[in-house]
């Protein structure tokens, strides 16, 4: 194994992990009374997603667990972070509860217990009941309660075994691409829907955050924040322009007002009209760390036609990629740790970084991926950069365990140190598996 390490090694208690989502590994899209969630309508809208495929069956995750679990517990991660499935437990949203959707994450939590595994839960990645979508979504105020109700029976059920909570995953992914650019469900193209689904879902989580303390005893939360530079795709005043917009709306519209208590300054007077009297307190509350999704830097160039007048630029020829477009940038991460640390003085969990791939089991039987690990190997180099210049990084937790349904690139582009093999469900890990194994074996103390 190589790859380097902070000066004095990993400090004792740093948490290794891996990360998944419901939507994109669950599968069992239709059992045990699972309600619709705005993804499922999304897969089955034509031409959506790529060559229309959809989580209905992911990696099947939902009868494989034990298989999956015991993927994990031979790699050694100290922990797993993974997301409860809102239509799971209440299938329309909200009154009626589903105890066989609530009893799947009992099994699940115990059964990661007792591999001395973690259990990192997340109460919202994406995956919003199409019941409550049908009433307006985050577009409509209310749905921060219906997310604080949810929160409420997820705390009480499980936290007396889960003490690591996430409210949300990726805030401005979701709302920017769900209502803004139609990458993502619900596919909303409407510059007020999307401010009004920004302020909601900040108040939802603000609320979210006063829940978990309120009933769970220990309990460590967060919120998990993807965070890139947003550089300019050419050297105009246009392109800078472009850019400035969308580092707000993709950087700060979320953890400014959560930890700093305001919008950021080019999208405050956008936002006044949908904030009520307490807000900023509701949305500002007291959280342990800070989630970072990282992959690569984003460029952005005008785009008059966009909803917001910005858009996806590409980045300068020749740069390395994960083989889907998105830049490979070392330096970038340690940026982003440093800018971050600076910006919210908050202890950070790098909660998703990877390398997609279009990995196949070779004639051997074998996966080798020697792409990943050099990413691996770069980007955790960084990380342990960055923490040498003082950045309190507590974990790492490397997209993804699986191989998994991702959104809009459906099957496509393959994540996991795991590769799946999706018509048969074969798990096979990749070379890259062992090789993230070594690095936590290595970075215990003996
Ligand atoms: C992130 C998402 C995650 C996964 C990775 C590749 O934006 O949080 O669900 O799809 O990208």
Redesign the pocket.
């Known amino acids: 194994m190589s790859g380097a390490l902070p000066r004095n090694g990993w400090p004792k208690d740093f948490t290794w992990g891996v990360s998944t989502?419901a939507y994109?590994i669950e599968g069992a899209a239709h059992e045990d009374g699972r309600g619709l969630s705005i993804w499922d309508v999304r897969a089955i809208t034509k031409d959506k997603v790529y060559k229309n495929e959809s989580g209905e069956t992911a990696c099947d995750h939902y009868h494989r667990y034990p298989e999956d679990i015991a993927l994990m517990k031979g790699l050694g991660v100290d922990a797993y972070r993974f997301s409860l499935a809102w239509p799971r437990i209440l299938p329309t949203g909200r009154t009626f509860v589903n105890e066989k959707g609530l009893d799947f994450y009992d099994r699940l939590i115990d059964s990661l217990l007792e591999a001395g595994i973690e259990p990192w839960a997340c109460l919202y990645?994406w995956d919003l009941p199409q019941g409550l979508h049908s009433l307006g979504g985050w577009a409509q105020r209310e749905c921060a309660g219906w997310f604080a109700d949810y929160a409420t029976l997820c705390a009480r059920r499980y936290g007396d075994r889960v003490k690591k909570w996430i409210t949300f995953?990726?805030f401005s992914?979701f709302t920017l691409f769900g209502y803004a650019i139609d990458w993502a469900a619900p596919g909303i193209t409407d510059r007020a829907t999307h401010l009004r689904a920004i302020h909601h879902v900040n108040l939802a989580h603000g609320m979210g955050v006063d829940v978990l303390r309120t009933h769970v005893k220990d309990a460590v939360i967060g919120a998990v924040h993807?965070r890139q530079a947003v550089w300019p795709e050419k050297d105009t005043e246009a392109d800078r322009r472009a850019a400035a917009l969308l580092n707000e709306h993709w950087n700060l519209a979320f953890p400014d007002p959560q930890i700093l208590g305001h919008y950021p300054p080019l999208i405050a007077r956008d936002m006044e009209p949908y904030i009520q009297g307490g807000d900023m307190a509701q949305i500002c509350r007291p959280v342990d760390f800070f989630g970072l999704?990282h992959?690569g830097p984003i460029f952005a160039k005008e785009d008059l036609n966009s909803t917001w007048g910005f858009g996806w630029g590409d980045s300068p020829p020749g740069s390395p990629d994960h083989g889907i477009g998105w830049p490979v940038w070392p330096d970038a991460f340690r940026d982003e740790l440093l800018e971050l640390h600076r910006r919210y003085k908050l202890p950070v969990v790098v909660t998703?970084n990877?390398c997609a791939g279009d990995d196949a089991v070779n004639a051997d039987g074998k996966v080798e991926d020697p792409r990943r690990i050099k990413y691996l190997e770069l980007y955790t180099a960084k990380m342990a950069e960055a923490m040498d210049a003082g950045v309190d990084v507590r974990g790492y937790f490397v997209?993804s365990l699986l191989d998994a349904f991702?959104?809009g690139s459906g099957y496509g582009p393959r994540?996991g140190l795991v590769h799946v093999d999706h018509s048969t469900q074969t798990r096979t890990p990749k070379s890259s598996y062992d090789w993230y194994k070594a690095l936590i074996q290595s970075a215990k103390p003996a």
């Open positions: 989502s994109q990645h995953n990726e992914v993807n999704n992959y998703e990877g997209w991702e959104w994540f």
